[in-house]
């Protein structure tokens, strides 16, 4: 029972290919930056996908512990 993973890999990948967002105009930009990086093909350099993926990502910042805010107060 679950997953069946090729291979008999450890853990499956996930990735986001879509914002989370509702914003029609970062929606735009992601299919417009995966166009670009599928017209160029699968050879060339992977700097021109980055673009895409991290507009897909979450721009909120992860929150930080007090561990590593007090240096920084002081």
């Known amino acids: 029972m ?3 993973l090729v291979a008999g890999g ?3 990948k996930t990735k986001r290919t879509a914002p989370k967002s509702d914003d029609i105009y970062l929606k735009f930009l ?4 995966m166009l ?3 017209e160029k093909g699968a050879l060339e350099s992977t ?5 895409a993926e ?3 990502h979450s721009t909120i910042a992860p929150p930080l512990d007090e561990k590593r805010l007090t240096p920084k107060a002081t």
């Open 30 to 33: 992601v299919k417009l930056y």
């Open 47 to 51: 700097a021109e996908q980055h673009p």
């Open 10 to 12: 450890k853990s499956k």
């Open 2 to 4: 679950g997953i069946d």
């Open 54 to 56: 991290h507009r897909a």
């Open 36 to 38: 670009v990086v599928n």
